[in-house]
């Protein structure tokens, strides 16, 4: 018998509301669009650089990171299944000029039909939005060929989280939309880990990030109370 699919409809009518919204850099999603360079950096330092890579965007939602990396040269595939933040990537796609190969479908999905296919595997903002992060998690690693490495960024779970991510950012700020993030489905380090090694990962690094909203910089470093990144590297076949 099929597994459900490992979404929420809660959360998939959350970002179809706000799919048009995806490329105003002073709309609902701005402090993605102040991440957007950080997390890309990142990802070409972690992965030793994009370029001619195979790669997949899972959780692409309106294109932001897939568009980066397509690019700084790499060869992207962006999944998602959120139907209007699909149409919103591939429209504008039109204006940008670059080649991205977007489909609606779950990270397991793909995984079922292109086991080891890609050299990195990117999985940003989406494992504290899935009713199952770990089931999620073992499907990336299935995406990533062996040694190939699975890109992860979320939110902790901790005090200083609930006050600066939730109360603060979405109550106070209103800079990401109320609703966005359930304290409970924040995720420790120390969980991801778990199930990365149960994937048969292994974590090669974690960092931290912070974002200040009056300059709208994103930073990397060493505190991960709040956002946080996580490098895995693949083991055997799967």
């Known amino acids: 018998m099929a ?49 001619t890579k ?6 692409c939602g309106g294109g932001l990171l897939a568009e980066a990396m397509a690019r700084a040269g790499a060869s992207v595939t962006g ?20 080649h991205v190969d977007y489909h609606q479908m779950t990270g397991e ?15 940003m903002e989406l494992l504290e939005h899935v009713p199952d992060p770990a089931r999620l998690v073992h499907a990336c690693a299935r995406l990533s060929r062996p040694g190939g490495s ?12 609930f006050a600066t ?14 609703g966005t993030h359930r304290y409970a489905q924040l995720i420790r380090p120390s969980e991801l880990d778990s199930w990365g090694r149960a994937a048969g990962l292994e974590l090669k690094s974690l960092t931290g990030g912070s974002y200040n909203p009056a300059s709208r910089v994103f930073s990397l470093g060493a505190a991960l109370a709040v956002n946080y990144f996580a490098h895995f590297r693949t083991g055997g076949a799967f």
Not at 54 to 59: A, E, K, T
Not at 150 to 155: A, K, L, P, Y
């Open 3 to 51: 597994r459900e699919p490992n979404t929420s409809q809660a959360e998939l009518g959350h970002f179809n509301r706000l799919a048009s919204r995806w490329w105003d850099p002073c709309g609902e999603f701005r402090t993605l669009h102040d991440l957007n360079p950080v997390r890309l950096a990142w990802l070409e330092e972690q992965a030793a650089g994009l370029a």
């Open 54 to 59: 195979r790669v997949v965007d899972v959780g």
């Open 79 to 98: 999944i998602d299944m959120s139907p209007d933040s699909l149409a919103v990537a591939r429209l504008h796609l039109l204006e940008s000029q670059l």
């Open 109 to 123: 999905e793909l995984a079922e039909v292109s086991p080891g296919a890609f050299d990195v595997v990117t999985c």
């Open 150 to 161: 699975v890109m992860f960024s979320t939110i902790n779970r901790t005090p200083t989280a």
């Open 165 to 178: 991510a939730i109360v603060g950012a979405e109550y106070l700020t209103e800079l990401v939309p109320r």
